[in-house]
């Protein structure tokens, strides 16, 4: 039997010992603490009471199993009750394991479904000049126009702007306006660099090229007046931008006219 007498062993494993509680547990506590007052009369001769034909009722018996051959009754312990640390060990072990394959297998699927969209994924030709696939000398130098349109137009407006306000000297409003117009020229001479030019414009291409090539180099000096504190540069910048402003708008409005003439059927593959 165990210390605290609820588990016995039966020869082969520890058993809980049946508690049988009465019906009626609290009828003893009837009446209790209750004094009944002293009666003076005559009491009566106290009689044994009768014997009860009732037979005490016996307590549960426990069949008990045989104990097995040469094994001897183990330890009592308490913690048999407790937590199974072995089982939840086990299926913590599991769980981890899972998650591990998960992983792999998204990860397995992800770099397969990468390499089958790289090795689908159609080759795209570059080529070093711009414009139309089926050329004609009417649709290059369409392409030329169309691509010259609007960095022209702000040229136009930076040429205005710098002849304004670099008019009072080297102020901010100056440099700013300056710096401007640098930028503006960086995009318009690799466009002109980059496309195939036709024959049918090309007289009127030439000039404009090199007078953008001057515009820029006319107004870096005058940047580089600023940057030196030196007048004498800025003004000389200035002055040929002033120059070059207005001739390179008529030299773009010639080659527009000139692409009027060019032959409108296809030459290219």
Same mark, same amino acid.
């Given at each position: 039997?165990?210390? *605290?007498?609820?588990?016995?062993w039966d020869g082969a494993?520890?058993r ?9 547990? #609290?009828w003893k506590?009837? !009446?209790?603490g ?5 009666d003076t ?5 106290a ?5 009860s034909?009732r ?11 045989g104990p ?5 009754a ?5 913690a048999?009750a !407790? ?5 939840? /060990?086990?299926?913590?072990? %599991? ?5 591990v ?12 479904l ?9 080759v795209? %030709?570059?080529?070093?000049?711009? !414009?139309?696939t ?15 349109e609007?960095?022209?137009a ?12 670099c008019?009072?000297?080297?102020t901010?409003s100056?440099?700013?306006?300056v710096?401007?117009? *640098?930028? #503006?020229l ?15 414009i090309?007289?009127?291409? /030439?000039p ?6 001057n515009l820029?180099?006319e107004e ?6 600023? #940057?030196?504190?030196?007048k004498?540069?800025?003004?000389? !910048? ?9 001739g ?7 080659v527009?006219?000139a692409a009027?003439?060019?032959?409108s059927?296809v030459?290219?593959p």
């Amino acid at each position: 039997m165990s210390p *605290d007498g609820k588990w016995i062993w039966d020869g082969a494993q520890w058993r809980p010992i049946a508690v049988h509680e009465a019906a009626f547990p #609290n009828w003893k506590s009837v !009446g209790a603490g209750f004094v009944p007052e002293t009666d003076t009369r005559a009491q009566p001769v106290a009689m044994a009471p009768p014997r009860s034909t009732r037979e005490a009722i016996s307590p549960p018996s426990y069949r008990l199993a045989g104990p097995a051959p040469n094994v001897a009754a183990p330890l009592w312990r308490q913690a048999s009750a !407790g937590l199974d640390l072995k089982r939840y /060990g086990r299926m913590a072990i %599991a769980a981890v394991a899972l998650v591990v394959v998960i992983v792999l297998v998204s990860v397995v699927a992800t770099l397969a479904l990468s390499a089958r969209q790289n090795s689908s994924a159609p080759v795209v %030709a570059t080529t070093s000049k711009g !414009g139309p696939t089926a050329r004609s000398d009417s649709a290059l130098a369409a392409y030329v126009i169309k691509s010259l349109e609007t960095p022209m137009a702000d040229l136009r407006d930076n040429s205005l702007l710098v002849r304004q306000t670099c008019a009072a000297g080297m102020t901010s409003s100056c440099w700013d306006s300056v710096t401007t117009m *640098d930028n #503006n020229l960086t995009t318009i001479l690799p466009i002109l660099d980059k496309a195939t030019i036709p024959l049918c414009i090309s007289v009127q291409e /030439g000039p404009l090229r090199t007078d953008l090539t001057n515009l820029r180099a006319e107004e870096q000096l005058a940047l580089k007046g600023f #940057n030196d504190g030196k007048k004498s540069e800025f003004l000389t !910048g200035y002055a040929q931008v002033v120059r070059y402003g207005p001739g390179v708008q008529t030299e773009f409005a010639a080659v527009k006219s000139a692409a009027a003439t060019c032959d409108s059927a296809v030459t290219g593959p």
